[in-house]
């Protein structure tokens, strides 16, 4: 279902006490703010999960990992299930963030099955897609995205797609400060709809949320909000401090 949402990916920052301070700052004027038409969803550490599915109904929003395994269980050292967190009450879980791709060599085979393992759990995926400069200079950027969303999500059924959202993150605009120009995000999210809808249909298509992300920040919120095809963001940097995330939550 297409709705406004605001993810913050806090990534690998914060302590224990540092991410508990941090979640108070947020969650208490969260609870104040009337967010019928917005959700708010925090990735989080997994490792801290619980202090946020303790509170999060409370404090009007949802908790998502940032990975899981594209296994179902077994011996595989270190990994963390989608079965484990649909167990702690996780509802969402990022998949294919470009950090991902990147660092930890995670390929489109294996995107697209934690995209099922997920799906198979009732936690919805968010799929973050996006190009890398020189993909975007060689104006290559387009059939990049192209293809990561047909390797990684167009096996899914329309019903299955229905509880998926995508993000999509120009790899050059994150962490960096240099944000996608409105026409650039407004491009790229209407092809990306245009996609959606050639598989799928029309409708499937208007249906379907799509986040920004990339140096999205609360002064360029509400500009990158505007536009048609974007339905809010995927906020990293900028979710790490609490007023910014929620001048960001309110530039709907
Ligand atoms: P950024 O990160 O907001 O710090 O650019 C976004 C992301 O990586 O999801």
Redesign the pocket.
Known sequence: MRRNIVAG?W?MNKTFEEADDLLFNIADPLKEMDLDLTQVILCPPVLYAEMFTDIALENNFSVGAQNCSNHAEGAYTGEISAAMLKSMDIEYCLVG???RRKYFNEDSKMLAEKVDQLLENAISPIF?CGEALEEREANTHFEVVGKQLYDGLFHLTAEELDNVII?Y?PVW????GKTASPEQAQEMHAFIRSLIAKKYGQDIADDTTILY?????AKNAKELFALKDVDGG??????LKAEDFLAIIKSF
Do not use: R
């Open positions: 990916n990534k963030h470009s950090e973050c993000a993150e605009a994150i962490g960096t992300g990339g140096s999205c920040n995927l906020i990293g940097g900028a979710s």
